[in-house]
């Protein structure tokens, strides 16, 4: 059974371009969150995705925006880029929103991104 | 909302002693409380949780946290650590009934030394 799944593994890109990142999420689940780590930082939550629709968003500008598909895997697209982009970013997924109980979520290896 | 406070940034202890990383955490409602570990290069692992019930949680190597809802603590303790428990510790709060969205601590980085 594959658990959460990142690509690229490592991507660089300069000041101003845009990105995408992809999540594959374990086989079951259909929700997916984004989180940001920046160097010695905790991750910080971006968004999150159920049925197609971003639910919930953290304090993260427009320039951060994300899409899932039936298959419920997802895309995080950033741009514009900013230097201050540079980070881990993580992927995790769970079976549902857990608005009434706790869904555990599993996080993927992430995605390091440098902004040069 | 919720936050959360680990106010240990690196913690250096030798093999075979005793450890204990500390978080406190704030929250308006009641919340669950995670930690995670991350190995160099690698992801968030669950390490343990607590969800309700008994407030001593433990983890399958040996690690255990009890929660403290009166000084909004989640501290996570070992009696005996091995060098393979180097690693990134991260606590972690989510608000029950908060959709799954988890609030991270800043980390400690856990040393273990022969």
């Known amino acids: 059974d594959a658990g959460v799944t990142q690509s690229p593994t490592h991507l660089i890109k300069t000041r101003g371009q845009q990105v995408t990142l992809r999540c594959s999420p374990k086989?079951?689940?259909?929700?997916v969150s984004w989180y940001q780590q920046a160097l010695g930082q905790g991750p910080q939550f971006i968004f999150q995705y159920y049925e197609e629709e971003e639910r919930q968003r953290g304090n993260f500008p427009d320039r951060f925006s994300g899409h899932q598909f039936p298959n419920y895997s997802s895309e995080l697209n950033v741009n514009a880029l900013l230097l201050g982009d540079s980070a881990l970013y993580l992927c995790?997924?769970?079976?549902?929103?857990?608005?009434?109980?706790?869904?555990?979520?599993?996080f993927g290896p992430g995605t390091r991104l440098t902004v040069l | 909302a919720q936050s959360v406070t680990q106010l240990d940034s690196q913690v250096p202890v030798f093999e075979e002693a005793p450890v204990e990383l500390r978080c406190n955490y704030s929250?308006?409602?009641?919340?669950?409380l995670f930690w995670y570990v991350q190995y160099p290069n690698q992801g968030l692992q669950l390490l343990l949780k607590y969800l309700s019930g008994s407030t001593l949680v433990e983890s399958i190597n040996g690690f255990e946290a009890e929660f403290n809802k009166s000084q909004t603590s989640f501290h996570l303790r070992k009696p005996s650590v091995h060098i393979s428990d180097t690693a990134e510790y991260f606590c972690a709060v989510s608000g029950t009934g908060g959709g799954n969205k988890l609030t991270f601590g800043t980390g400690t980085q856990l040393k273990v030394e022969l």
């Open positions: 929250s308006s409602v009641s919340v669950y």
């Open positions: 995790a997924s769970s079976l549902g929103l857990g608005l009434t109980t706790y869904n555990e979520q599993f």
């Open positions: 086989s079951g689940h259909d929700t």
